[in-house]
T-cell receptor, first 118, second 112 residues
């Protein structure tokens, strides 16, 4: 299995709603990521989990709350979002090769969850 | 501050000709570079990579060149095919963490 699966593909929510984005991989990768991408912009890193522990938080507002229940799953809990949070949210995974000579640390992305906040 | 830059937002090439996509970076600590291809409504898919110990890596129609002194890399696609039409992102990382820095992307259109 060489895929990263994200659900839902599309999500529309109001500013007072609570929803979650889900991500799953079965490649044995121990690093998992959330990226946010707006139109005509590069993917922007939000969070990195390494061995199920949060290792990087790129100063993301607290209305985004990540969770890594186990090595295969990554969630992003959403609450009180703003319309400007509308974007494509990409999950990715990679081998955890920190400190090792790089050469195989490739991000594998999911297809993304398109979020619209009304 | 954008550490990885792709200065050409778009590129059009005739089918069968060579496509050359360029990428510049500013951080001399980067030691691994990747190219991703993205179709609309899909996540980026990995295309080809190069380590800083090399200056060229080839995979079929795709070749990536790295010029460390100029902090520049390029992706050559030859021959270009209509199915290559997509947005191409270059990305860079170091081996001290799990941070990948992406360029702004170049939209390639291959004209049949």
């Amino acid at each position: 299995d060489t895929e990263v699966t994200q659900t839902p593909k599309h999500l529309v929510m109001g500013m007072t709603n609570k929803k979650s984005l889900k991500c799953e991989q079965h490649m044995g990768h121990r690093a998992m990521y959330w990226y946010k991408q707006k139109a005509k912009k590069p993917p922007e890193l939000m969070f990195v989990y390494s061995y199920e522990k949060l290792s990087i938080n790129e100063s993301v507002p607290s209305r985004f709350s990540p969770e890594c229940p186990n090595s295969s799953l990554l969630n992003l809990h959403l609450h009180a979002l703003q319309p400007e949070d509308s974007a494509l949210y990409l999950c990715a995974s990679s081998q955890e090769l920190r400190g090792v000579t790089s050469g195989a640390n490739v991000l594998t992305f999911g297809a993304g969850s398109r979020l619209t906040v009304l | 501050d954008q550490q990885v830059k792709q200065n050409s937002p778009s590129l059009s090439v005739q089918e069968g000709r060579i496509s050359i996509l360029n990428c510049d970076y500013t951080n001399s600590m980067f030691d691994y570079f990747l190219w991703y291809k993205k179709y609309p409504a899909e996540g980026p898919t990995f295309l080809i990579s190069i380590s800083s110990i090399k200056d060229k890596n080839e995979d079929g129609r795709f070749t990536v060149f790295l010029n460390k002194s100029a902090k520049h890399l390029s992706l050559h696609i030859v021959p270009s095919q209509p199915g290559d039409s997509a947005v191409y992102f270059c990305a860079a990382s170091t081996n001290t963490g799990n941070q990948f820095y992406f360029g702004t992307g170049t939209s390639l259109t291959v004209i049949p």
